[in-house]
């Protein structure tokens, strides 16, 4: 079975540009959820998502959005990039609930 | 709020002894812990979890875990270890308060096996 497919795995941007970031679950997984993980904030919750529906939310600003489409691949998007937004991306699925969430190999994002 | 502490920063031990990675838990209700391993440049690998049963919970690569309700601990432990080992490890629960698989994660601990 495929793990969690994220892409690109490298991205490089300038201030103000917006990003767009894909994971595909594992086949099966109907819940999505997306962290990003810096040196300073350590793995930060950005948003969950089950069956096309967002069901939580972290606390990040309106910059950052997903969605999720009916096959349960997931994107999110960044627009009007800060060079804070710089971080690494991960995406992680689950079969259900109260189960382990199964990463990818995340989306370095660089801001410059 | 639901959180979880890792005390150490990073844990030195030499290959072939026991190591131990600490990790305190802070609840509302049944308390649902993880454990994850990231190695450089790689996403999180998950390794166990406690949501109820016995206290000592069995994972992947040798490693285990001990919840105790008591001390509120999810230590992470393993009798030998390896310098392949070496990674940072992360202690999780999951968040509490209806349907989700949102994880609250602690700082990492950064486990270096010397040879």
């Known amino acids: 079975k495929a793990g969690v497919t994220q892409t690109p795995r490298y991205l490089i941007k300038t201030r103000g540009q917006q990003v767009t970031l894909s994971c595909s679950p594992i086949?099966?997984?109907?819940?999505v959820s997306w962290y990003q993980q810096t040196p300073g904030q350590g793995l930060q919750f950005l948003f969950e998502y089950f069956s096309e529906t967002q069901r939580n939310k972290g606390n990040f600003p309106g910059r950052f959005s997903g969605r999720q489409f009916s096959n349960s691949r997931s994107e999110m998007n960044v627009s009007t990039l800060e060079l804070g937004d710089s971080a690494l991306y991960l995406c992680a699925s689950s079969p259900g609930e109260n189960t382990e969430a199964f990463f990818g190999q995340g989306t370095r994002l660089t801001v410059v | 709020a639901q959180s979880v502490a890792q005390p150490e920063d990073q844990v030195n031990v030499a290959e072939g002894n026991p190591l131990t990675v600490k990790c305190t838990y802070s609840v509302s209700g049944n308390p649902y812990l993880f454990w994850y391993v990231q190695y450089p440049n790689r996403g999180l690998q998950f390794l166990l979890k406690y949501i109820t049963g016995d206290n000592l919970v069995k994972g992947s690569y040798g490693f285990e875990a001990e919840f105790n309700k008591s001390q509120t601990s999810f230590h992470l432990k393993k009798p030998s270890a390896l310098v392949s080992d070496s990674a940072l490890y992360f202690c999780a629960v999951r968040d509490y308060g209806g349907a989700t698989n949102k994880l609250i994660f602690g700082t990492g601990t950064l486990l270096a096996v010397q040879p």
């Open positions: 086949s099966g997984h109907r819940s």
